[in-house]
């Protein structure tokens, strides 16, 4: 059974840093291409970040040059760091498997 938590979102202030977590249980993350996607209120969920098996990285022009995706396959986590973040940022942040499993997910709120 595949079950992704994620952890590490909070209050923080425009400008500031959070670097979220997701473990992965049931798959091993190094086969997959794991990813990171986002919803604010009233809005659709949209795609943050991915990073591919083989390391290749696609970013949604809103958080290139701002959020990091990466993973420690012996961990068997994937992480997104995010700098500089903006009010814009809030929303529920979900780890994903592919865009087919999904974490319960951690809200992230950008005070201005």
């Known amino acids: 059974q595949v079950q992704l938590v994620e952890s590490g979102g909070g209050l923080v202030q425009a400008g500031g840093s959070l670097r979220l977590s997701c473990t992965a249980s049931g798959i091993n993350i190094n086969y997959n291409t794991m990813g990171w996607s986002r919803q604010a209120p009233g809005k659709p969920r949209e795609m943050v970040a991915t990073v591919t098996s083989s390391g290749f990285t696609n970013y949604a022009d809103s958080v290139k040059g701002r959020f990091t995706i990466s993973r420690d396959n012996a961990k068997n986590t994937v992480y997104l760091q995010m700098n500089s973040l903006k009010p814009e940022d809030t929303a529920v942040y979900y780890c994903?498997?592919?865009?087919?499993?999904w974490g319960q997910g951690t809200q992230v709120t950008v005070s201005s």
């Open positions: 994903h498997r592919a865009f087919t499993y």
